[in-house]
């Protein structure tokens, strides 16, 4: 079992901020693909950046329009991931979740995760 555990949202003004940590414990190795996913009230959870744990490629959701903006990030040694969020927007707003999946033939598919943490609240205001 591999254990997830989000922190850093918030509410912020737009043009602001945010870094999101998701921690894994438990058996790490079953997981070697970590993404950040998010759901705005009455929309469907949507995938917006991924990327191996163990170095290499990333990627991003062309479709909300984060490349430029948000970066994700791995710590091996605090086995972390990371996604660093500027400029926000207020259609930014929403529950972004931490998830981990093992080689996911489409990163962004949510069918793909075996293991999802229980989000956490990002509030942009206008």
């Known amino acids: 079992q591999v254990q997830l555990v989000e922190s850093g949202g918030g509410s912020v003004q737009a043009g602001g901020s945010l870094r999101l940590s998701c921690a894994a414990s438990g058996y790490t190795k079953r997981a070697n693909f970590m993404a950040w996913f998010r759901q705005a009230p009455g929309k469907e959870r949507e995938g917006v950046a991924g990327t191996y744990t163990g170095g290499g490629a990333t990627y991003y959701a062309d479709s909300v329009k984060v490349k430029g903006r948000f970066t994700i990030s791995h710590d091996n040694a605090k086995n972390t991931v990371y996604l660093q969020m500027n400029s926000l927007k207020p259609e930014d707003t929403a529950m972004y979740y931490c998830?981990?999946?093992?080689?996911?033939?489409?990163?962004?598919?949510?069918?793909?995760?075996?293991?999802w943490g229980q989000g956490t609240q990002v509030t942009v205001s206008s």
């Open positions: 998830a981990a999946a093992t080689y996911p033939r489409s990163w962004s598919r949510l069918s793909e995760y075996t293991y």
